[in-house]
């Protein structure tokens, strides 16, 4: 489902220097895989979520997704392939804070292939505990439940695979297993591939696949 085989990006340091990120020979997740990413700040962790899902272009390698290459997409391309593909729950959550919690998740569904589902999303919503809340914006919220608005987005267009960056970061001891229950339920139920990243060992350890990124980045094992 998920290839990543020599993938390498850098970034270049104000004095000109290039500062590798990552060096990644192979890396796979099968489909409807669920598997935890771990690794120490600064170790490329948000990086190669980004490259996966075609926010970001590696300076060389291949990102293959279903059987296709992501990196040879233009820029259009790869926005079209992660609206019908991808589901991505971000740390910052990057809701629209002038559209409501239900409005949220139903404007994500507009930019796929398919049709908005209200009643999808309200499901979601209230799975995640926020059937009160479907018309409160973001400023109305708490971080923790903006956290879950995003989970519930990143779920409505039922995605091939899901990326998850610290899904969890920001949230309660309650709702974190409500979420991380959510987000291997549907998983499960739908088919699709789980990478979820986390710094949380209580979340890593109800996965049966846990790898660490510095094993696999020779980036950081050479720095």
Do not use: W
Request: with cysteine.
């Amino acid at each position: 489902m998920l290839l990543v085989r020599d993938l390498r990006k850098a970034y270049v340091e104000p004095d000109g220097t290039p500062l590798p990120i990552l060096d990644i020979p192979a890396f796979h997740v099968d489909e409807a895989e669920q598997m935890v990413l771990m690794g120490h700040s600064g170790c490329g962790k948000t990086t190669l979520l980004h490259i996966i899902a075609g926010l970001s272009q590696p300076d060389s390698g291949e990102v293959q997704i279903d059987g296709y290459d992501i990196t040879r997409l233009p820029e259009a391309g790869r926005d079209r392939f992660r609206a019908d593909k991808i589901g991505y729950v971000f740390q910052t959550f990057n809701l629209l804070p002038g559209f409501s919690a239900l409005e949220n998740v139903l404007l994500g569904m507009t930019f796929c292939s398919g049709r908005a589902d209200v009643g999808r999303a309200k499901d979601l919503l209230t799975r995640v505990g926020l059937g009160h809340r479907f018309t409160h914006k973001p400023n109305m919220l708490s971080v923790g439940e903006q956290q879950r608005v995003a989970v519930a987005r990143a779920l409505a267009n039922r995605p091939r695979l899901l990326l998850a960056d610290e899904p969890t970061a920001n949230i309660d001891s309650r709702h974190q297993k409500i979420v991380v229950d959510l987000l291997r339920e549907t998983c499960r139920e739908e088919r699709v591939a789980l990478v979820l990243v986390t710094h949380a060992d209580d979340v890593a350890e109800q996965f049966g696949r846990v790898e660490r990124l510095e094993k696999i980045n020779r980036a950081v094992a050479a720095a």
